[in-house]
């Protein structure tokens, strides 16, 4: 039987980047058709309902058609991009629209050519010593290095790519790409939250100069670049009376005559907005609020910064009310549950996996400490931070959302008194902190000024009674007044 080159294009497929995700939204493509790409090259970023995620394709060739353009939301294994593998030359571009027939496109199945001619290596790849242009994430020895097919049948190459992709995708899972190269073809050195914070401000970080270490290009890099230059100061040589001091102007939004703008419900914003839905109008909201004196809370807060064990985490007050809220579940264990409606059944959790809610540019996300309960407080305050960082910098892994059985959300940094939160689906209870500010308060019989809160405490009535409720957060509230009660209570 006669083999034959196979000419015809592969057809990458849109995959699950997360666990059981039927489908993402195309933010942004990279490439066009015409372009070059390379095995493990970003094409694309999309957004999950958890997450935004870049997609490398998984094989070298020329861009024969894009099936989408962006803003498109496609279902997962629907082919999204078709790449000429055979090395000939470029096609003729094609429009990123989507079409009936793409959507039905199914990967060919090339046959295992005789002799397969070598393929020029990019001089990107000759370079030695090449830099990595995420920061943090290295560089591999070579990019197209791949495990030889001697003896794999055709019908199987697909599969392999598959799991090639999925393992790329799980690699750079929660990486925001920033946009354009640096001459000679080197991309500017930064870091994900970096590049994601100059797409947002429509920097081009190419016209950047790099103030960090190896020349990186930092935050403040990005925000001095779009900052106004500062207008010389007018020179007035003898006024007759002192001028009243410049106010700024507060900030006016600018409409351009529109009287309304419409905002797509997609990805993360979507998925929330079903999930607070299904929880309101499924689990029975009760909350209950309590205002407590946490001056000994706030005393301890600055001491313990001062402790060389914490040296370097993150301590503020959130860590000693999540400790708070992890000794009063371990003494009300109950509150730690969730109802399973086709059992009629209610699941005590023996693990706390504690959520703090987080608000992202992407929306609202809810990530958990794992197994919170049976870590120390360096290890609890190390945790925070790595929590915090990651969802600020949209790196938050779909994983890390999943299993949580109880939330705290601290609405005191807006400055907010209190509120009424809604809860996290799946958990029986979540604690909403709010501000912390001076307040006169009765004190050893006097009129004194301290440091107070108010907290919240929302629960599933099915599972939770009112008893149960009071108690845990009557301890949360006793605890903060009184921070010796970690030691005597835990």
């Known amino acids: 039987m006669t083999t034959m080159t196979d000419t015809s294009p592969r057809e990458f497929k849109m995959p699950d980047v997360g666990e059981g995700l039927t489908e993402a939204e195309i933010l942004k493509w990279y490439v066009q058709p015409g372009d070059t790409v390379t095995d493990g090259q970003v094409v694309c970023e999309v957004e999950t309902a958890k997450a935004a995620v870049e997609l490398p394709i998984p094989y070298d060739g020329v861009v024969r058609a894009l099936?989408?353009?962006?803003?498109?939301?496609?279902?997962?294994?629907?082919?999204?991009?078709?790449?000429?593998?055979?090395?000939?030359?470029?096609?003729?571009?094609?429009?990123?629209?989507a079409s009936a027939s793409a959507e039905k496109a199914e990967p060919a199945a090339p046959a295992t050519p005789a002799a397969p001619a070598a393929k020029p290596v990019p001089a990107a790849k000759k370079i030695e010593g090449r830099k990595p242009v995420l920061v943090g994430y290295g560089v591999a020895e070579s990019s197209t290095k791949r495990r030889p097919r001697k003896g794999l049948p055709a019908a199987a190459a697909p599969a392999e790519d598959t799991l090639y992709a999925a393992a790329a995708i799980q690699a750079v899972q929660g990486e925001l790409n920033?946009?354009?190269?640096?001459?000679?073809?080197?991309?500017?050195?930064?870091?994900?939250?970096?590049?994601?914070?100059?797409?947002?401000?429509?920097?081009?970080?190419?016209?950047?100069?790099?103030?960090?270490?190896?020349?990186?290009?930092?935050?403040?890099?990005?925000?001095a670049a779009v900052a106004p230059p500062k207008a010389p100061e007018p020179m007035v040589e003898a006024p007759s009376a002192p001028a009243a001091p410049a106010v700024a102007p507060a900030p006016v939004a600018s409409y351009d005559g529109a009287r309304e703008t419409r905002i797509p419900v997609k990805g993360v914003r979507k998925a929330t907005a079903a999930a607070m839905v299904g929880s309101a109008f499924t689990a029975p909201h009760v909350t209950e609020f309590v205002t407590v004196d946490v001056t000994r809370t706030m005393k301890l807060v600055e001491e313990l910064k001062q402790d060389k064990e914490l040296a370097g985490?993150?301590?503020?007050?959130?860590?000693?009310?999540?400790?708070?809220?992890?000794?009063?579940?371990?003494?009300?264990?109950?509150?730690?549950?969730?109802?399973?409606?086709?059992?009629q059944e209610i699941v005590v959790k023996h693990y706390v996996n504690l959520g703090i809610a987080a608000a992202t540019p992407r929306g609202l996300i809810v990530p958990n400490i794992k197994d919170a309960h049976a870590k120390t407080l360096p290890q609890l305050a190390e945790s925070l931070g790595e929590l915090v960082s990651t969802a600020k910098e949209g790196r938050t892994s779909p994983a890390a959302m999943q299993g949580g059985t109880v939330t705290i959300t601290n609405v005191g940094v807006f400055g907010i008194d209190t509120g009424t939160p809604i809860l996290n689906p799946g958990e029986s209870a979540i604690l909403a902190v709010g501000s912390i500010k001076p307040q006169p308060w009765v004190h050893k019989g006097k009129v004194k000024p301290r440091q107070v809160t108010t907290?919240?405490?929302?629960?599933?009535?099915?599972?939770?009674?009112?008893?149960?409720?009071?108690?845990?957060?009557a301890d949360v509230a006793a605890i903060l007044e009184q921070p010796k009660r970690l030691i005597t209570w835990a």
Not at 67 to 75: A, C, K, L, M, Q
Not at 314 to 334: C, G, Q, T
């Open 67 to 97: 099936h989408f353009p962006e803003g498109t939301t496609v279902d997962v294994g629907t082919s999204i991009i078709a790449v000429d593998v055979a090395g000939g030359a470029a096609p003729a571009p094609a429009p990123a629209a």
């Open 178 to 223: 920033g946009h354009g190269h640096a001459p000679g073809g080197q991309r500017p050195l930064a870091k994900p939250p970096v590049r994601k914070l100059a797409k947002d401000l429509g920097v081009d970080l190419t016209t950047v100069t790099p103030s960090g270490p190896d020349g990186v290009i930092t935050r403040e890099d990005v925000h």
């Open 313 to 343: 985490l993150r301590v503020n007050p959130l860590l000693l009310i999540a400790k708070a809220l992890l000794v009063a579940i371990r003494r009300h264990p109950d509150i730690n549950a969730s109802w399973d409606e086709a059992a």
């Open 455 to 473: 907290l919240a405490l929302s629960f599933d009535h099915r599972l939770v009674d009112g008893e149960l409720g009071s108690k845990v957060l």
